[in-house]
């Protein structure tokens, strides 16, 4: 425990804007939030922890949280869910396996509150087995399960382009490595292989650490 709290003055998530045509990243607290310009919507992957931090970079950036339709979560701690209540319209995908294991009022990692914020409500929710390749607003959308941060961990690759990897993994000095707060040291260790063996030729864009070609990453 005292390793991962260590651990957060270490991430370094990327400033609020513009990525690259039609994505964008938010930050919230330590993490981003990203969204993707579709067909007459965006997409987001995660949703960021602060109500008002979202607010404040979704502004910014001159992006109406009315035109967010669908959310991909890559897992339910807080710090990725804690916004959803400013998209009150869209569909939520998740893991079939985080909602189990997370319960209706569960506990996530130690002690980390991961209760899905006021307004949400159980209808919205579109949950994944893992393998599906939906196709929403022109973009092509691959889910991925990559347990072990958290048992329903989830990446998206959109496009075959760009990989989400969410928790899944950590970014350090060139390395992928397993992320602080991770439940499973083994599964985490399996989802970063397989996800580096999907990623290879793609950009990785990690909730915490940026974005990097999965070419330049060693695992550790």
């Given at each position: 425990m005292l390793f991962s709290i260590l651990s957060l003055p270490f991430m370094r998530p990327l400033p609020t804007g513009k990525l690259r045509d039609g994505i964008y990243a938010v930050?919230?607290?330590r993490n981003d939030a990203f969204f993707i310009r579709a067909e007459g919507e965006f997409l987001a992957v995660d949703s960021g922890k602060y109500l008002s931090e979202l607010k404040d970079g979704l502004s910014?950036?001159?992006?109406?949280?009315?035109?967010?339709r669908d959310i991909f979560l890559t897992h339910s701690d807080?710090?990725?869910?804690?916004?959803?209540?400013l998209?009150?319209?869209?569909?939520?995908?998740?893991s079939r396996r985080e909602l189990r294991e997370g319960g209706s009022g569960g506990e996530r990692i130690r002690g980390f509150r991961s209760d899905f914020p006021k307004g949400v409500e159980?209808?919205?929710?579109?949950?994944?087995f893992g393998g599906?390749?939906?196709s929403i607003g022109g973009h092509l959308i691959e889910c991925i399960p990559a347990p072990g941060h958290t048992p329903g961990?989830?990446?998206?690759?959109l496009d075959d382009q760009?990989?989400?990897s969410g928790d899944a993994l950590r970014i350090r000095r060139g390395r992928a490595e397993i992320h602080p707060f991770t439940e499973d040291r083994k599964e985490a260790r399996s989802s970063i292989d397989e996800l580096l063996r999907i990623g290879r030729g793609k950009e990785i864009l990690s909730s915490h650490y940026g974005m990097i070609p999965a070419a330049k990453l060693l695992h550790e």
């Open positions: 930050k919230v607290w910014k950036l001159g992006l109406d949280p009315s035109e967010v807080i710090d990725h869910i804690g916004g959803l209540e998209f009150p319209g869209a569909r939520i995908h998740l159980r209808a919205q929710l579109q949950l994944l599906e390749k939906l961990s989830m990446a998206y690759l760009i990989l989400f």
